[in-house]
Structure formats: structure tokens, C-alpha cells
């Protein structure tokens, strides 16, 4: 199956009530890793590349990447761009061959983000591409209000309204959920996932997947969520593979044994989260 659609892996997943794991990558190795972990799990996988990232690896060589180690593998792997505010980087990812791509625009007043919203999916529409937004306040996990606040929260009837006058695929809701480590244990909105998703009838997207506890994944997915974001705890897994290396006599000026060594337990970290979104 290898290279698909991101949109198709996510309808599959809404439509047979699984979580697709959309692990962000920076590097080589950081896709090659996500991708052989799919087929070890045999089960679908979303590499996602942050626009903050492309100054150090192309959206054309972050396609390439994807669909080489894709082709060799039975499992659908798809190719996504996440938060991204520019219409110019979205046509330039879109070219390149994400045919999944967000538009940010949830720090702008309502009426602006249905405007800018809706002017990318029409953009979209020409490469074949689907779009998600996001609505609401999803911060940064180290300042608990941002995700404790239940005003901040993404509004159901807002959410249809946007979902309606823009030709979204999918949204991206605040629910108890942030980026980064977060400072408590989130308690993620369980019956807000559900009455959004009852209202839309589209795919979810849950953002700051890392550290969120599995039962809460398990209960979201349930609940509408198809596709989880996951970032922090990929990389810590990464950087904790090569320390652990380093400490334990390995040669630090050996970039190809530390990549090497890296593998294995971050590896270990990604089969397990993409399992217990399964």
C-alpha cells in the first residue's frame, strides 16, 4: 500500500474508529524511523514536517524521503505539513507533494480565521489537497491555563459554522490538550470531542499527543479523534537513545554509531504509541 493520501489514512481511521499517529520529523532518520515503525506495528502512520523545520530539510526532500522508505513497506504511510500560517509556504508544501496540509489561523479573530481558512482550502482544491484548521486555544503545555481554561476550549457551534463556510477536511480542537511537556496531567473534554464530532461529522485532530496518558487516547479516539500529533515525546525519545549511547562508553564522535544507537529505543517508542492509538 505505502504512499497514500493523508486524508484517505484519516478517513479510514474516522470511519472504523482508530487514532492515526502523526509523528513530526526533522530529519533522515527521524522518517525512516516513524516509517519502519509503522510496518513493524502494521499499521497505518503520518510523517508531519513543522514549516519551522524546512530551513534545515526541504518540503521536496522530506517528500522524497517519505515515499522512498513508503514504497518499501505494505502499510499506508502519508505525508503531512503541520502549522503553517503562509499562503505562499502552503502552495510551495503542496507542489512538493503534501497533499495534507494545516492552516493555522486560531490566533485570529472568528470571521478572519473562516476568511483565511476558506482561501486555502479553494488553494487546495487545485492540487487535490485537504486542509485542516484549528479552532481554539491550543498552547503551550507549560502554562497550565492555557489548557485547564474551559473558555479557551474550542466552541461546538463555532466549530460548525467554520466547518460549514470553509471546505475544511479536518479540525484541529482545543480540549485540554497543548504543545510541549506539560506542567499537570491533562484531563482531556471528553464529552466536547464527542459533541463536536456529532455536530461536524468529519474527522478530529488532537494536537499535543505527548504526554497526554494512553487511556485518554484510547477515550478520545472513541469520542471522534482520528489523527494525534506527536512531537515532544518523539524527540526526547530520540535524544534519550543517543545520550544513554554516549553515557554508556559509546563514542561521541561517531555521528553513524550514535544514528545507529538512536534506533533502537526510539523505535521501541514509536511502536507502542502507535498500538495503543490502534
Known amino acids: 500500500m505505502s504512499f497514500e493520501k493523508a486524508g484517505d489514512i484519516i478517513r479510514d481511521a474516522y470511519k472504523n474508529k482508530y487514532g492515526v499517529a502523526s509523528f513530526n520529523i526533522f530529519n533522515y532518520e527521524t522518517i525512516k524511523f516513524a516509517i519502519d515503525a509503522a510496518e513493524q506495528a502494521e499499521k497505518p502512520v503520518l510523517v508531519q514536517l513543522y514549516p ?31 502549522h503553517c500560517h503562509d499562503t505562499d509556504m502552503l502552495r ?19 470571521d478572519e480565521n473562516i476568511k483565511n481558512t476558506r482561501e486555502v482550502a479553494k488553494i487546495a482544491k487545485e492540487f487535490g489537497a485537504d486542509v485542516e484548521a484549528e479552532l481554539g486555544n491550543i498552547g503551550s503545555a507549560a502554562n497550565v491555563d492555557e489548557y485547564t481554561d474551559k473558555s479557551k476550549f474550542t466552541n ?3 466549530a460548525l459554522k467554520l466547518y460549514n463556510e470553509t471546505g475544511i477536511f479536518s479540525l484541529a480542537v482545543a480540549v485540554g490538550n497543548a504543545h510541549g511537556n506539560y506542567a ?32 485518554q487516547l484510547r477515550e478520545a479516539v472513541k469520542c471522534g479523534i482520528a489523527k494525534i500529533n506527536v512531537a515532544t515525546e518523539y524527540f526526547h525519545a ?34 507502542e504509541k502507535i498500538n495503543v492509538l490502534n
Not at 62 to 76: D, N, R
Not at 92 to 110: E, I, K, N, Q, T
Not at 185 to 214: A, C, Q
Open 184 to 215: 499537570v496531567l491533562p484531563n482531556l473534554d471528553f464529552e466536547r470531542i464527542k459533541t463536536i464530532s456529532d455536530k461536524l461529522k468529519t474527522p478530529l485532530v488532537l494536537h499535543g499527543g505527548s504526554g497526554i496518558p494512553d487511556d
Open 52 to 82: 519551522g523545520f524546512q530551513s534545515y530539510i526541504s518540503f521536496e526532500i522530506t517528500a522524497e524521503i517519505t515515499k522512498l522508505f513508503a514504497s518499501k513497506i505494505k502499510v499506508p504511510v502519508g505525508l503531512h505539513l503541520d
Open 238 to 271: 530520540f535524544y534519550k537513545s543517543v545520550g544513554e549511547y554516549i553515557n554508556n562508553g559509546g563514542n561521541r564522535e561517531d555521528i553513524f554509531s550514535c544514528m545507529k544507537a538512536a534506533q533502537k529505543n526510539t523505535n521501541d517508542f514509536l511502536v
Open 92 to 110: 510551495h508544501a503542496m507542489r512538493a507533494g503534501f497533499l495534507s496540509v494545516m492552516y493555522d489561523g486560531s490566533r485570529l479573530p472568528f
Open 156 to 158: 461546538p457551534d463555532d
